[in-house]
């Protein structure tokens, strides 16, 4: 009996642990489509200025056409991504040239990680770093 409860105990904590490192990328754009189910400081803004939205990139575009319109919770995580982007195209600059020379937005991120044990001295760390902090849901 003491097992199953240390069990569910463990069970319980994972579960917990992943919502809370999910929630970080579903506050930028989350992952649904049509803006109804995105939750965070830019939840509010994806709904009210970009109602039908087909996806993240899509969410982050019509984001940035109206940063000028966006909540200070919303443009203070728009701002917090703009320089971890930076951070990454700054280390990964070369890692970005030789294996992902197309890729936009979270393009990037996915490409790198796809060439993850190709990338550079330079570039792992970073991304290693970054994603420590809660930050890989960024691009």
Known sequence: M?????????VGA?????LTLGVPAMAWAGGAPSGHAYRGPCADDI????????????????????????SPGCAATMETRRQRHVVVRNACAAD?????PDAEGGDVRRCLHQHRRELSANCVPTLDALRRHGSETSN
């Open 2 to 10: 003491t097992q199953m409860i240390s069990r569910s105990r463990m």
């Open 47 to 70: 709904r009210s200025l970009c109602p039908d939205l087909d996806d993240r990139d899509d969410a982050r575009r019509c984001l940035h056409e109206h940063a000028d319109q966006v």
């Open 96 to 100: 970005i040239t030789a294996f992902c």
């Open 14 to 18: 994972a579960l917990a642990a992943g």
